[in-house]
């Protein structure tokens, strides 16, 4: 079964307006954190922004935000404001508990974020 | 403005030969990761050190390919012999490990391995 699920392959947005990408998980572990990264064309991954299972708020960083249902088990990144530069992939990814000793990412396929004028 | 850095950024090598990627990770940073990009499979992680010391290699073809941490500033991955299903972007990434967890993982630049 997948663990990280990104159901939208391809978004587009005008400029300006808010956008959400959708995510949703799959774990037994209680403890967990929940990543957004931003792959522009040019290759690099940038971290985003980090949610952990047992944080009450929701996650923001500037013009993200992290719409955190832990019910659900949806983590849907929402970017406001969107900008031209926001133009490119997006990842979301998990993080479970293991022996502890280290930390392993699982990502999921990535949604295409298209932003218009 | 600290950085995860990666050589060489490309490289377009023939089957059968010998590649090692490099990856300096941020000062301070004691666990490195290796990430391999494909259309087919996307992110998989193929291993990473705490502290230098391997702690899962588990997604790396052990056959050919290897991955060491000669210090605290270098990482590498090797693959001999190379194959054209090798041909992947390679990330290293880098992170504090505090109260048990990685919260932040910032990734290098990639290299980008073509296998002719």
């Known amino acids: 079964a997948q663990k990280i699920t990104q159901t939208q392959p391809g978004m587009f947005v005008q400029e300006k307006e808010a956008v959400t990408l959708d995510c949703t998980y799959d774990?037994?572990?209680?403890?967990?954190?929940l990543f957004w990264y931003k792959q522009p064309s040019s290759g690099e991954m940038i971290f985003l922004i980090y949610?952990?299972?047992?944080?009450?708020q929701n996650a923001t960083e500037g013009r993200y935000s992290l719409n955190f249902q832990k019910a659900r088990k949806s983590a849907n990144l929402v970017i406001s404001a969107s900008q031209l530069g926001d133009s490119a992939m997006y990842f979301c990814?998990?993080?479970?508990?293991?022996?502890?000793?280290?930390?392993?990412?699982?990502f999921g396929t990535g949604t295409r974020l298209q932003v218009t004028l | 403005d600290a950085r995860v850095t990666q050589t060489p950024r490309h490289k377009v090598t023939e089957m059968g030969q010998e590649v090692t990627m490099r990856c300096q990770p941020i000062?301070?940073?004691?666990?490195v990761f290796w990430y391999r990009q494909t259309m087919m499979q996307g992110l998989e992680l193929l291993a990473y050190?705490?502290?230098?010391?391997?702690?899962?290699d588990s997604g790396m073809p052990k056959d050919r390919f290897s991955a060491e941490m000669p210090d605290a500033t270098l990482a590498t991955l090797k693959i001999q012999p190379s194959e054209p299903r090798d041909s992947a972007v390679y990330f290293c990434?880098?992170?504090?490990?505090?109260?048990?967890?990685?919260?932040?993982?910032?990734f290098g630049p990639g290299t980008r391995l073509t296998v002719t």
């Open positions: 990434a880098s992170g504090p490990f505090t109260s048990g967890w990685v919260d932040e993982q910032y």
């Open positions: 774990t037994s572990d209680q403890s967990y954190g």
């Open positions: 949610q952990g299972s047992y944080d009450e």
């Open positions: 990814a998990m993080r479970e508990a293991d022996t502890g000793t280290a930390s392993k990412l699982t």
């Open positions: 000062l301070g940073h004691n666990t």
């Open positions: 050190f705490r502290n230098r010391a391997p702690l899962d």
